[in-house]
Antibody, heavy 117, light 111 residues
Framework: EVQLVESGGGLIQPGGSLRLFCAVSGFTVSSTFMSWVRQAPGKGLEWVSVMYSGGSTYYADSVKGRFTISRDNSKNTLYLQMNSLRAEDTAVYYC???????????WGQGTLVTVSS | QSALTQPASVSGSPGQSITISCTGTSSDIGNVYFVSWYQQYPGKAPKLMIYDVLQRPSGVSNRFSGSKSGNTASLTISGLQAEDEADYYCSIYNDRPPSWVFGGGTKLTVL
């Protein structure tokens, strides 16, 4: 069974750093593309970052230079390192994987990041 | 990154059909076939309902269908059921550089 489980969210002050984790099972994290998608409270979905199976990474303009996506194949885990956090980064962060096409077939349950003083 | 426009809300009665539109431009929806739709219940993760404009993943009811005309993609739900009440998001993939854009979302209310 495919599972994606996010963790690492919490309350952080503006300017701080946080690392999110997405532990996967039922497949290999390096076998397909993996993304982070976020959703601010009461708002819509926003794509954040992607890592392809070959290792290429891309970011939304809103997080470029501040966030870094990575993975640990031995731990079958995807990460999102978030630096210089801002209030507008407050959101539920989902990890998702793509299998069928250039879409997100499977999602985790999300982890809430709150940036506030 | 382009913006995709969806109506904030739509409603319908059980058994009826509704259509949710997703309007972009000739540079995005009008030029690609990588249009997808997601369903999201409150407090839950999104679920893929339609990909490549009109393809349904395994397990998704055939009451859900997708289409595209010009710069507008549409999601149609036929035989509306109470369980269809949720938020729906359209999305497209851009390859230069690789990125995804979501519409603002549409809240479907089943009356």
């Amino acid at each position: 069974e495919v599972q994606l489980v996010e963790s690492g969210g919490g309350l952080i002050q503006p300017g701080g750093s946080l690392r999110l984790f997405c532990a996967v099972s039922g497949f290999t994290v390096s076998s397909t593309f993996m993304s982070w998608v976020r959703q601010a409270p009461g708002k819509g979905l926003e794509w954040v970052s992607v890592m392809y199976s070959g290792g290429s990474t891309y970011y939304a303009d809103s997080v470029k230079g501040r966030f870094t996506i990575s993975r640990d194949n031995s731990k079958n885990t995807l990460y999102l390192q978030m630096n210089s956090l801002r209030a507008e980064d407050t959101a539920v962060y989902y990890c998702a994987r793509g299998v069928t096409a250039l879409v997100f077939d499977d999602w985790g349950q999300g982890t809430l990041v709150t940036v506030s003083s | 990154q382009s913006a995709l426009t969806q109506p904030a809300s739509v409603s319908g009665s059980p058994g009826q059909s509704i259509t949710i539109s997703c309007t972009g431009t000739s540079s995005d929806i009008g030029n690609v076939y990588f249009v997808s739709w997601y369903q999201q219940y409150p407090g839950k993760a999104p679920k893929l309902m339609i990909y490549d404009v009109l393809q349904r993943p395994s397990g998704v009811s055939n009451r859900f269908s997708g289409s595209k005309s010009g710069n507008t993609a549409s999601l149609t739900i036929s035989g509306l059921q109470a369980e269809d009440e949720a938020d729906y998001y359209c999305s497209i993939y851009n390859d230069r550089p690789p990125s995804w854009v979501f519409g603002g979302g549409t809240k479907l209310t089943v009356l």
